[in-house]
């Protein structure tokens, strides 16, 4: 049963073009081609990127934060409620005006009492402004070296000059070093951004960003079996450059240099705009739709791989859909943080407050800012 499965998930018409076979890319007079098993590197590289992210948040961002005065909100708890606690955990972070109502009279508390009990409760499960800071700068810092390296890998290559380029001689493409550890570096850095989902900042695009990450390894992982090598730089490059500007603009807004953050963020929507929107679309799925065929016919792989490049482009409609909404109140100076974020509320208890908030909770006040995200 076991050497059934293994044949049909190797079947070479699923990964190979026409009349090409395993045996044509094995190793011969110099010329190394990718393997299924390199990819068992992605794991140790992944667990080493968690110890250097590690290291850097704890040493490198955490005395960076200090030096730039990025302080923790001192945050008040929620007094402890079983019955508060319950509702919170089972039924909802946001209740109603009537759920509040009826909380009130199994308590005993004012709608006030529950209303601020409630912002508390939030506001613990929100991550401090610190670990935010940490978590951009990581992401800042690992982008710019992986796309200053993917342009050094990529800079004297004809295929980033001329897209036709990237089909010649395909599959029987020899692997260059600098792709094997271009193409490990990233691998290992989005399974090390899966395994730590779960302590990361949780944004309100959650399920966009796991889907987004293993749409990301499943293109890698292909692309490297199939030696869709050349085209995958492309497109990892492509992704790194807004990805600075993204996480750069983060960091100098968590240091509350909020001009030269908005104008970052301005030049990112622009760069990623044009990347995301056209470049990919009009070039690279241009690129792996219609040159292919010239080539070869077309088969398993060519529509698997091009079906998923379609996937992470609907994922760019959706964050450019965000960040255009989020342009429209930079420009209108009324960004304060990321559509993205579940913003901080206000957890104090005087009068303005529970009205402010009484608002929030009925749906009908103006929807809270994020804290610096």
Known sequence: MLETVQEW??????WLPVNVSWSDL??????????????????????FLLAVRYAFERFVATPLADAWGIKDKLRRKAQ??????TFFCSQGRNPSQ?????????????????????????????PPLSKRFCEASWRCVFYFFAFTGGMLALYDKPWLYDLREVWVGFPKQSMLPSQYWYYHLEMGFYLSLLLSLTFDVKRKDFKEQ???????LT?????????????GTLVMALHDSSDILLEGAKVINYA?????????????????????????????????????LDWYPAFFGYYFFNVMLSVLQLLHVYWAVLISRMLYKCV??????????????????????????????NGSGVKGRANGH
């Open 219 to 231: 293109l890698l992982s292909f692309s490297w079996i199939s030696n869709y090598i050349r085209i």
């Open 256 to 292: 509350k240099w909020h001009q030269t953050a908005n104008g970052l963020f301005v030049v990112f929507t622009f760069v990623f705009m044009a990347t995301r929107l056209v470049i990919f679309p009009f070039w690279l799925i241009h690129c792996t739709w219609v040159y292919p």
């Open 9 to 14: 998930l190797w079947w070479e018409r699923l």
């Open 210 to 216: 796991v889907i987004h990450h293993i749409a990301t």
């Open 80 to 85: 402890p409620n079983r019955i508060l606690e």
């Open 98 to 126: 009537a759920d509040v109502r009826s909380l009130c009279k199994k308590t005993s508390w004012t709608e006030a009492k529950v209303q601020v009990w409630f912002r508390r409760r939030r506001n613990q499960d929100r």
């Open 26 to 47: 094995e190793d011969s007079e110099g010329r190394v081609y990718a393997k299924a098993s390199h990819l068992y590197a992605a794991v140790p590289c992944a667990f």
């Open 332 to 361: 209108a100076g009324k960004l304060e943080g990321d559509d993205r974020s579940d913003e901080e509320e206000d957890d104090s208890d005087s009068s303005s407050d529970k009205n402010h908030n009484s608002r929030h909770i």
